[in-house]
C-alpha cells in the first residue's frame, strides 16, 4: 500500500511540475537570448499591419477572418509563415503572437505541457509595449495599467524592460489557435 501512495505522490509531482510555467528568472533570460529573434517578429508583423494573430497553424486578420496554411489569403506568404513558425520554435512560443492594429502593442505566447492537452492551464509569455503606446494608456493590460507589475489572480505581469512584460494567465483556451 505504501508503495502505491509513493508512486502516486512521485506521479502528482511530476505533473505539477510539467504544468507549471517557467519562472520569472528563466522567461528573463530567454527573453535577453532571443531578443533578436523577438525584434525579428516584431519587425515582421509591423510589416502586415491587417494581421493581428499569427499562430503555428492559424494567422486572423483585423476583421476576425482566419485562415489555416493552405487557405486563400493575401496577407502573408507560405515562406513568410513558415519564418514566423521557426522562429516561434527556437524562442518557444508556440502559441505564436497577437498584434494590436490599433497601436503595435503585442503579445508573444506560450503554454506548458499539460496546457496542449488539458482543456484548462497557463499561457505565458511575453507583452511589448512599444513607447509610442504608452501614452494611449489603452490596449493590453501590461501597456495600458502603466504599472511594474500586477497579480490579479488569474492574470499576472511583471515589467522586465522598459517595454516590455512577462506575463502569465491561466486560461480555459488558447489564445491564439
Given amino acids: 500500500m505504501r508503495q502505491w501512495f509513493l508512486l502516486l505522490l512521485a506521479a502528482l ?3 505539477n ?3 507549471l510555467p517557467p519562472s520569472d528568472t528563466k522567461l528573463e533570460t530567454k527573453l535577453i537570448a532571443e531578443r533578436p529573434n523577438f525584434e525579428r517578429l516584431i519587425q515582421k508583423a509591423n510589416q502586415t499591419p491587417s494581421v493581428v494573430k499569427i499562430g503555428m497553424k492559424e494567422i486572423e486578420d483585423a476583421d476576425g477572418r482566419k485562415y489555416r496554411e493552405g487557405e486563400k489569403q493575401d ?3 507560405l515562406e513568410s509563415w ?3 513558425r521557426e522562429i516561434f520554435e527556437k524562442i518557444g512560443m508556440n ?3 497577437y498584434r494590436s492594429p490599433r497601436n503595435g502593442q503585442m503579445g508573444f505566447w ?5 496546457g496542449k492537452i488539458g482543456p484548462v492551464g497557463p499561457i505565458y509569455g511575453y507583452v511589448y509595449c512599444p513607447a509610442a503606446s504608452n501614452a494611449v494608456h489603452a490596449g493590453l ?3 495600458s495599467e502603466q504599472r511594474d507589475e500586477r497579480d490579479i489572480g488569474d492574470y499576472r505581469y511583471k515589467r522586465i524592460g522598459p517595454e516590455w512584460f512577462i506575463v502569465e494567465i491561466f486560461q480555459t483556451h488558447s489564445l491564439v489557435n
Fill in 13 to 15: 509531482l511530476v505533473i
Fill in 75 to 77: 496577407f502573408l506568404s
Fill in 110 to 114: 506560450s503554454h506548458t505541457i499539460l
Fill in 82 to 84: 513558415r519564418e514566423y
Fill in 95 to 97: 502559441e505564436g503572437l
Fill in 17 to 19: 511540475y510539467v504544468s
Fill in 141 to 143: 493590460l501590461p501597456c
